[in-house]
């Protein structure tokens, strides 16, 4: 089972690692600091690199309870047991980690139940089920910037399977469950805005996201709202 050094510490942007296995499409790791995709976040991209070699990893994507490295398909791969050292894609982890807290302080600001969302490096959405009035772009862009201007820690907390299931108000994801069954569930806190169960990549602080604008409100069915945004 690989160690997540990327829930460890999502600033880490090279680290050593063992090849444990060779797959049709890449490699695993005893070790990695690649965020696989998931919970609406999309899988890193970087470079794996050794003693007389260098491979691209253009995604990253789970493999049961491990990570695959998915490798370019002309990619040279290194031997089972060496030695690597991957490189992040920093400026797209980044971003995603800005994108990826800036979701989580807009659920804050939208009182509603979270249908779906995507991250992405330029654009990202949630999806609400929403009675009653609609929130205008301009309102969305004002208030969350509000909050990020605060510029509050963002940490994370750790809860046991059977707390969670005790606090089902912090899962505010309809169609994503977080990972269950090991034991804990890990929570994402921004101080005084935010408390919910997430995996993801987050920046330490609201201020690091920047400012945000609400680009679009799209109709996606009788309740359902997409509320699109990108930073500036």
Known sequence: MVEELFRQDAYLKEADAIVTA???????????????????????????????????????VKAGDDVLHVLAPDAVRPAVGSTVRGALDWERRLRHMRMHTALHVMSAVIKGNVTGGQVG??????????????????????EINKLIALD??????????????????????????????????????IEGIDLQACGGTHVARTGEIGRIECIKVENKGKMNRRFIIALT
């Open 22 to 60: 060779h797959e049709e499409r890449g490699v695993r790791l005893d070790r990695s600091i690649f965020y696989p995709t998931g919970g609406g976040q999309p899988g890193d991209t970087g470079v794996l690199a050794w003693s007389g070699g260098e491979a691209r990893i253009v995604d990253t």
């Open 121 to 142: 490096a330029d654009k990202s959405r949630l999806d609400f089920n929403l009675e009653g009035d609609v929130p205008a772009k301009e309102r969305v862009t004002e």
């Open 152 to 189: 509050r820690p963002v940490t994370p907390q750790w809860i046991t399977d059977e707390e969670l299931l005790a606090r089902p108000e912090l899962v505010k994801t309809m169609s994503v469950r977080p990972p269950m069954g090991v034991g804990r569930v890990r929570l994402l806190s």
